[in-house]
C-alpha cells in the first residue's frame, strides 16, 4: 500500500446520485463497498462529507436565513450524510463511529484528535462530521483541517470529474486533463480545486491533494495502492 493514512472528502452533492437532493441508497452503498474494502486492507480512513444534497448554508443566506444560522444549519446536514455512511459502512461489514465537531452525544461523539488515531489504528473509518464547528468554514476547509491534524498521508478528494482540468470538463470539450499539477500553478491558473482557506492549508502544511473520480468503482483501491488516478497536487 502506498497510502497507510488518509483523509477522503466526499460531497455532499455526489451522495445524491441523479436525484440532486436527498441520499441515493445505491450511491450510498458503492461509496460504502470502496471504502471497506480498503480498511480491509489495512488502510486507515478518515473521511469528511458535506451537507450540500440537504442544505447549504450559502444558499440558505440567498434566502433570508441568517449566514451564523445558515453554516449551523449546513453543518446539521453533515451530521445527517455521515450518520447514513456510518450505517453502511457496518451493512458492507466495516467497522464505522462518527465525530462531530460540535457536542451532540448520544448521536456522534465529540471530535478528539487523539481518539480519532487510536480508533483508526484499530481498524475503524471515522467519520468527521460537523465541519470545524464553526460558521463562515466549508467542508474542504475542515478536511484539510482535520487531514493535518491526524497526519494523514495524503487528501482524497472524490468528486464525479477524474481530475484537475483547464476548465470544467462538463462545459468545455476541449478542457484538458492535469496529470500533476502544483499548487503554484493551480493559483496562477485560478483553477477551482477547492476554497482558498482549504487549499492554503494544505500548501502550507504539504499535504498533497488527489482530485478523482469517487463514482468509478475501484478508483479508491488503485489510488491507495499506488496507482496514478486523477490529478496529484503537491509542492
Known sequence: ??????????SGESLSGDRNQGISNQVLEEYAVQVVEIAKKGC????????????????????????????????LATVINSLAL???????????????????????????????????????????????????????????????????????????????YTADPEKDPDARKFDFISFEEVIEKRLKVMDPTAFTMCRENNMPIIVFDMNTNGNLMKIVKGSEIGTLICN
Open 1 to 10: 500500500m502506498k497510502y497507510n493514512r488518509i483523509l477522503l472528502k466526499l
Open 44 to 75: 486507515e480512513i478518515a473521511i469528511v462529507i458535506g451537507g450540500g444534497n440537504i442544505f447549504r448554508g450559502l444558499s440558505g443566506t440567498e434566502s433570508g436565513f441568517d449566514r451564523v444560522k445558515g453554516d449551523q444549519m449546513g453543518m
Open 86 to 164: 456510518e450505517s453502511a459502512v457496518v451493512k458492507a461489514g466495516g467497522k464505522a463511529k462518527v465525530f462531530t465537531a460540535v457536542r451532540m452525544e448520544p448521536v456522534g461523539e465529540l471530535y478528539n484528535r487523539d481518539r480519532v488515531i487510536n480508533d483508526l489504528k484499530n481498524g475503524t473509518v471515522c467519520i468527521l462530521s460537523g465541519g470545524t464547528g464553526n460558521p463562515f468554514f466549508t467542508t474542504d476547509t475542515a478536511s484539510a483541517l482535520r487531514a493535518v491534524e491526524i497526519g494523514a498521508q495524503v487528501l482524497l478528494k472524490g468528486t464525479r470529474v477524474d481530475g484537475v
